[in-house]
């Protein structure tokens, strides 16, 4: 019974952090932005994003981000600096080929540095992928 149910792999889809400039409240800020690095279009797209340690945790936030198309990207949150010393975990949930994908995107606490900055295919900007 187990072996007949199929749980398909997201690919290609990813969460980065990108590290861009405000020019509206004139500062750099740390952005979270899903990739749909696939060549058909993403459907019902929704992302829950909270940060946490052993101690702390942020509010749980929902974003439904309807469609994404082929080789684009949308902006999900912008991250604030202390946010960034917990665990945050990006969970997207999303319809492809007539099935329901999921994934997980976990940035370590603290791992988001300029040290670990790289460009980011399809956005064409520096920042973080997970690891």
Not at 2 to 31: G, M, R, T
Not at 70 to 92: H, Y
Not at 111 to 126: F, L, R, W, Y
Request: charged residues 30%; hydrophobic residues 40%.
């Amino acid at each position: 019974m187990k072996k007949d149910i199929e749980i398909p792999i997201a690919k290609d889809v990813h969460v980065a952090l990108i590290h861009e400039c405000n020019d509206e409240f004139l500062s750099k800020d740390w952005n979270a932005y899903l990739i749909n690095g696939r060549n058909a279009a993403i459907d019902m797209v929704l992302v829950v994003s909270k940060g946490f340690d052993r101690d702390r945790k942020t509010s749980t936030m929902r974003h439904g981000m309807g469609s994404i198309g082929p080789k684009s990207f949308k902006k999900i949150e912008l991250v604030p600096e202390d946010v960034l010393a917990l665990n945050n975990e990006f969970f997207v949930t999303f319809f492809a080929d007539d099935k329901l994908y999921e994934k997980r995107f976990v940035f370590p606490k603290n791992s988001v540095k300029q040290s670990t900055i790289k460009s980011i295919p399809v956005i064409e900007k520096d920042g973080i992928l997970p690891k």
